[in-house]
């Protein structure tokens, strides 16, 4: 298996990973539109068109061919739109 650079030609496959994940998984939502718009921005950001705040998208691909994961890295979050963070937790006091 390698990791490389997610291309254009992977939103069929990354679709079909995002089926497989179910509705949990929030950060591939299982949405062509949304997953092509996501790899433009990860060809941008593999280009250096936008380095500052790019959008770093990788896939796990099999000797076959299949893609069996991916992974992202932003370069920023906050800069253009709201980035919010959640933790739930319980507290127990004995």
């Given at each position: 298996m ?5 291309q ?8 079909a ?9 929030t950060?591939?939502?299982?949405d ?11 060809t ?29 890295i ?21």
């Amino acid at each position: 298996m390698i990791i490389r650079p997610a291309q254009s030609s992977d939103v069929d496959s990354l679709l079909a990973l995002a089926h497989s994940a179910g509705s949990g998984l929030t950060t591939l939502a299982p949405d062509p539109d949304r997953i092509a718009q996501r790899l433009i921005q990860a060809t941008d950001a593999f280009s250096n068109i936008a380095p500052r705040d790019g959008r770093y998208l990788f896939v796990l691909e099999a000797e076959d061919g299949t893609i069996g994961g991916c992974c992202g890295i932003d370069a920023a979050v906050g800069l253009r739109e709201a980035f919010y963070s959640y933790k739930v937790n319980t507290l127990s006091l004995i």
